[in-house]
């Protein structure tokens, strides 16, 4: 099934049906209005990060980046990215459809020039992309969550070397 996926940038043209994965994927709306919401913060959205996977022109999965902030404990921000959310269609998932989003997110937002990503998610599942509890490098979730499902990757060799703190996410994530 998944020989036929084309994964690519999103354009104006999949926002409602982008919508519709992750109102399907989750079943609700929450996940899909925050995506709409970050799309609207030019401040944290980055175009390039908003990544649809699409099979005979129909969107079957979603995968977002948006720029965080880590807040050391001098008060500095160091920029990263959180991966939220990422959504397949449910009749596409377990195929390797949400592998295939990671891995090209991962890509282009190191393409970008982006040193790191964070990711609140499955802890048996995310690991297989790299991803390692953040305590590793005493970044801090910025409510309380298992230190096992909240997450960081180096895109770039030290990319978190003396970065420590408590992460930030937009105001829209507060919403969800």
Same mark, same amino acid.
């Given at each position: 099934m998944t020989e036929r996926i084309n994964i690519r940038q999103e354009t104006k043209d999949d926002f409602s049906a982008v919508f519709e994965v992750n109102h399907l994927a989750f079943g609700q709306d929450s996940e899909a209005k925050l995506v709409d919401a970050l799309r609207n913060n030019p401040v944290v959205f980055v175009p390039e990060l908003s990544i649809v996977a699409t099979e005979s022109n129909q969107t079957v999965g979603h995968i977002l980046f948006t720029k965080i902030n880590i807040i050391d404990d001098q008060g500095e921000a160091h920029e990263s990215l959180a991966l939220a959310p990422m959504a397949v269609r449910p009749e596409f998932q377990k195929c390797g459809i949400g592998g295939q989003l990671i891995r090209k997110g991962l890509e282009v937002a190191k393409g970008l020039g982006f040193q790191s990503v964070i990711?609140?998610?499955? %802890?048996?599942?995310? =690991?297989?992309?790299?991803? %390692? =509890?953040a305590e590793k490098w005493n970044i801090k979730a910025p409510f309380e969550v298992p230190s096992n499902v909240f997450m960081a990757i180096e895109l770039v060799k030290d990319g978190l070397k003396n970065i420590s703190g408590r992460v930030v996410y937009p105001k829209e994530f507060e919403t969800v």
């Open positions: 990711v609140l998610g499955h %802890e048996h599942y995310y =690991p297989k992309f790299g991803f %390692e =509890p």
